[in-house]
C-alpha cells in the first residue's frame, strides 16, 4: 500500500533553516509528481511546493518563492523540502502528498511533520 512518511520537523529560530524528508513506498515513485503541504492552526490546508517526476518542473507558492526548494531523489524514493529564511509565519505541520492511481487517481499523505518557527 502507498506510504508517506515525513521527518525533520522541529523548532527553529527566525532566519534559521529546516530540511524536511518525506519517504514514499508502495508506488512507483519515479512517475508521479510531489508535493508539499502545510496546514498552520485554524487555517486550511495550502500547497507549498511541488515537482515533476523527472524534477525538471518546479512550483512554489508565492509565501516561499526563493527561501524553499523542493528536490527529489528517485534512486531513495525521497522529495525533500529545504526550507529557509524560516519566518514565524512558516509554522504549521507539513504534509508530504501523492496523487497516485492511472485510472482512478487517489491523494495519500503522510503523518505530517511540525515545523514551528519561534524565539
Known amino acids: 500500500q502507498v506510504q508517506l512518511v515525513e521527518s525533520g520537523g522541529g523548532l527553529v529560530q527566525p532566519g534559521g533553516s529546516l530540511r524536511l524528508s518525506c519517504a514514499a513506498s508502495?508506488?512507483?515513485?519515479?512517475?508521479?509528481?510531489m508535493k508539499w503541504y502545510r496546514q498552520a492552526p485554524g487555517k486550511e490546508r495550502e500547497l507549498v511546493a511541488a515537482i515533476t517526476p523527472t524534477g525538471g518542473v518546479t512550483n512554489y507558492a508565492d509565501s516561499v518563492k526563493g527561501r524553499f526548494t523542493i528536490s527529489r531523489d528517485n534512486a531513495k524514493n525521497t522529495v525533500y523540502l529545504q526550507m529557509n529564511t524560516l519566518k514565524p509565519e512558516d509554522t504549521a505541520v507539513y504534509y508530504c502528498n501523492a496523487r497516485v492511481g492511472a485510472y482512478r487517481p487517489a491523494d495519500y499523505w503522510g503523518q505530517g511533520t511540525p515545523v514551528t518557527v519561534s524565539s
Open positions: 508502495g508506488f512507483t515513485f519515479s512517475v508521479y509528481d
